[in-house]
């Protein structure tokens, strides 16, 4: 409920706010007619009718026309997302100006004598605009292969070296589709790891129209496993087709659940949790770390994937030694990336809480507007070290 009201509510006051400084800083001093705004509000709702429209999505959505159509209405949000990051900066700037001079800086009517001046004001704002709206939206379709090795001093010698595919945060939909998906697979297969995992969100839309979207991940190179958890998204589009979905694809469904693997006389123990606002859809997916932990063997390493980095602290104390996270996609982009990390205790990379150690993915895909600026997308290849912590995990990306 607080979403469907803070959604909308956020949206209007966005589109007020630009509408008026739009009419203040290009309308009303090159001497346009007041009803010129009208043309932005109806492009805005345009905007706002593709974020939408999705929800009603078909198999009619994928084909090359509507999937053009799609990237277009994406396109306008990331243009709308950056106007407004342009406007606020430049906004700003003139209070800073004003409180420097302590004089008022108003908007006028152009002058010829100030026409020069002006207009090259408009073209210097127009080009930072769309040059790092550009930038955002060519970085986001941009797949990285990140290579992150996390050091653990608890990890058996004989799981030294142990690879973990992990892919989290997909948003797979009219957008990112089965090409690039299979990119993703691609570049991880080359890297031969030992298991996948999915840590959550690896969709927006049903499960009925993405099934063949999907077939990537049922032909990866997992000889020791494939896991999968809920992300919130995934109870968004009714989560049981999912569950049953991934584990047509060859996935073990981690519901408060766990699995063994095992190396020699060694056992390593992978659990997994369900999203922690799972059990507002169905009642069976409460997070209970007990039933996640429980398990008659004894294990020597015991690594929780939870979509969200923050349940950390509970598996700390519960005795995992390595959590797998992503939800919070690092902010996805400049300047949003910033506002997360004052929000988000864990938002990206590797944190340690008593002896267990944390790992944020960024994000495979992108959610909402197609951007990517300043935090590039990870398709994750870990590998499990013997060593003291480590201040040295961030991670290296490759093309």
Known sequence: MFFKIFVPTLFLVI?????????????????????????????????????Y???????????????????????AMAWVAYLLITVV??????????????????????????????GLSLVGFGAIQMTSTA????????????????????????????????????????IIDRKYLQEVCDKLNQNDPHIYVLTGD???????????????FRHV?????????????????????????????GYQHLLNSNAILSRENSKLLISG??????????????????????????????????HRPETCELAAQQGFNLQLSGHTHGGQSIPFNWIVAMVQKYFKGTYTVDDLLLYVSTGTGFWGPPIRLGV????????????PFSANTSGTFHS
């Open 15 to 51: 589109w007020f706010y630009l509408r008026h400084r739009i009419l203040r800083l290009f309308i009303l001093p090159w001497g346009l007619p007041k009803w010129s705004i009208y043309f932005f509000d109806l492009f805005l709702i345009g905007t706002g009718f593709f974020r």
């Open 53 to 75: 429209l999705y929800r009603d999505q078909d198999a009619s959505y994928y084909t090359t026309s509507a999937k053009s159509l799609f990237y277009v209405g994406y396109l």
């Open 89 to 118: 900066v430049y906004d700003l700037f003139r209070l800073f100006k004003r409180k420097i001079k302590k004089q008022p800086v108003e908007e006028v009517k152009i002058e010829r004598r100030d026409f020069l001046k002006k």
């Open 135 to 174: 930038a955002a939206v060519s970085s986001s379709m941009k797949i990285n292969l990140k290579k992150q090795t996390l050091f653990h001093p608890n990890l058996p010698e004989i799981w030294d070296g142990y690879r973990i595919a992990q892919v989290s945060d997909l948003h797979l939909g009219p």
């Open 202 to 216: 690896m969709i927006d839309g049903k499960a009925d129209v993405l099934r063949e979207q999907l077939e990537p």
């Open 221 to 249: 190179n997992a000889p020791e496993g494939k896991f999968f958890i809920t992300g919130n998204h995934e109870y968004y589009w009714n989560v049981q087709e999912w569950v049953n979905l991934f584990s047509d694809l």
């Open 273 to 306: 949790i369900p999203d922690v606002g799972g059990h507002r859809y169905h009642q069976d997916h409460k997070v209970d770390f007990k039933k996640a932990f429980q398990n008659e063997i004894a294990t020597d390493f015991k690594i929780l994937l939870s």
């Open 376 to 387: 590039p997308n990870e398709a994750t290849l870990i590998t499990l070290k013997k060593g």
